[in-house]
């Protein structure tokens, strides 16, 4: 693994990085990017078995995707909760994501564009 | 990619779906059959939007134009308008309700994003076992640019001019912390990052370390670099085993890529983190306590001064922070003071993370600007309460802190407000309550809580939140007296001054809040005997309604003492003397007969 020895190789690896994804996932991937949430309330409610599911299906299924898993979002009420965003598009937020649920999304949602029900709307703004 | 035209989400949140979002969900669906719409467009129930108060809410996509209050029978309107003639429904409109303009609906303009987070930037965001991520969303650049651009006092003029308050509770400007820290001429110098969360119901801590741990390791070198520090210590309770195997990842990649460890990005600085373990004791949340557990030694508090930034871990200079101080910390070097201080009230600048718990709809952590007002978080974001339930009081500050009421819905929270108001910020923790809870048992609550916290070292504390709880006990078993009352205040007060540290000049906050706001439930307990909630099991009597009973015999046949008597088809009654007061009988019965008094 690669030192940084100086404040402008930190620079440049955060480019090289920002080239091969986005790191906040919006439109520039090819890819479809799938964030389980996995934190302790995420991973209590089930988020590494819907991790493995989501894992599996997509192979199976032949869709190109980056699952990752990342701590929670602060929505406890609705674990486990995953976001998902298509190439081009803001991500959706998913909330009470059972094994059934993540299929209807892979086939609906990720495969067609539609939208399913358990949507969490974004209600929060960010900094960059 | 979309096979859909056009997109409609239905709010179906529990605050819209009593308003009768599910009508307006079906009229949809039957006006887009109508025109032999629903291949293109596709209308859809979703999640809370955190607009409880302007329910039942209605998005349409693209555009994302909100439509607020909607009727089912809008539905025909916003098909034949917005979907048909691709007009929006004015009427329909979010506006502001003193000039009636129309807010706007651009997603990133408008009043709908309540929250706006900092230090929860990353949580949920990235992957916080990849380095790369981290450095992806812009991590250790503000270490970077401190590092080169910036000398020890710049970065803390920055902090300091920010206008930055410590986030555990106490609200200590964080720059000027930091400054006295630096002035301190010490050899050796300790950055401690406080994580040791303990209030019941605070977990915002939890879950940034959880979801984003390299913002803490870098705020922390920042602050190693500001006060001449070159070793910096996490305290963390062992009860967090995710947070504690995902800090440590952190660090190990971090130091593989060298932004830890010697000579920080080839610029000289050395700086390094090191884990220590709490049992998870209250009182370790307490800085003195903290750095005496840390040492090895008992977790108690001692005398300040001498304070830690003058002697601390090892008698050496040491500033202690808590988790999401340290969160803010990047993003307003990067940024910049001005930034940092556009955002909250006067006196308390920058935002906060709130842990919603109790008997609210969306429990969660929520990140709010300062001065944003309790009924913003609860009724909006928080989606209001459960089962369409009446608000009686939101505990903020944990055990430490007091209740908020009704009357203070409208004020916006920071440091001094809550202080003014009885309570305090303290980690952040709000613990929402319901018509059903009952305040005495609330503060009892609390208090059973610092008495198994209490460290022992001081009387008053470990004495007298002991006789504390004793006469709360007291008086929830229908056994107190109007002078109970008087007792409690005065004992509360005398804890409060005498007590050595944070822990016992808090710990009778609870009673204090509870007694200044909601007397007439204390006296209710102390004269007539009567819970007004219905919540203290020995004051309460569970009563047969003749009119109701249809003598089924059901409540007779579960009652485990035979307290129930009465003949077949005939209504029975409760033998007071022997009810033990379970409620098995009342939710047996199908007919309503049985009441508590």
Known sequence: ?128 | MSQYRMQIMVCSGTGCSNLNSEAIFDNLQLEIEAFALENEIQVVRTGCFGLCGLGPVVRVMPGEVIYTRVTPDDAAEIVTEHVLKGRKVERLLHKDPVSRKILSTEPELSPFKKQLRIVLRNCGIIDPENIEEAIAANGYEALAKALTELTPDDAIKIIKDSGLRGRGGGGFPTGLKWEIARNNQAEEKYVVCNADEGDPGAFMDRSVLEGDPHAVLEAMAICGYCIGAGKGLIYIRAEYPLAVARLKTAISQAREYGLLGNNIMGTGFNFDIEIKYGAGAFVCGEETALIHSMEGLRGEPTVKPPFPAESGFRGKPTNVNNVETFACISPVILKGADWFRSIGTEKSKGTKVFALAGKINNVGLVEVPMGTTLREVIFEIGGGIRDGKKFKAAQTGGPSGGCLTEKHLDTPIDFDNLVAAGSMMGSGGLIVMDEDDCMVSVAKFFLEFTVEESCGKCSPCRIGNKRLHELLEHITKGKGTPADLDRLRNMSKVIKDTSLCGLGQSSPNPVLSTLDNFIEEYVSHVTVKKCPAGQCRDLMEYFIIEANCVGCTACARVCPVNAITGVRKEPHVINPEICIKCGACKEKCKFDAIIIH
């Not at chain 1, 693994?1 to 439109?27: A, C, Q, V, Y």
């Not at chain 1, 819907?50 to 929505?75: C, H, P, Q, S």
């Open chain 1, 1 to 128: 693994m690669k030192t940084i020895k100086s404040p402008e190789e930190l620079k440049r690896l955060r480019n090289e990085i920002l080239g091969r994804r986005h790191p906040k996932g919006e439109g520039t991937n090819d890819k479809v990017l799938i964030r389980v949430h996995s934190g302790t309330s995420g991973l209590a409610s089930g988020a590494n078995e819907i991790f493995d599911f989501i894992t599996l299906e997509l192979e199976k299924r032949n869709i190109d995707a980056v699952v990752i898993r990342t701590g929670d979002m602060g929505y406890c009420f609705a674990e486990p909760t995953i976001e998902v965003t298509l190439p081009g598009k803001q991500p959706v937020v998913f909330g009470y994501v059972d094994k059934l649920k993540a299929d209807e999304i892979i086939e609906k949602y990720i495969k067609g564009g539609g939208l399913v029900e358990g949507i969490l709307p974004v209600n929060y703004q960010t900094i960059e």
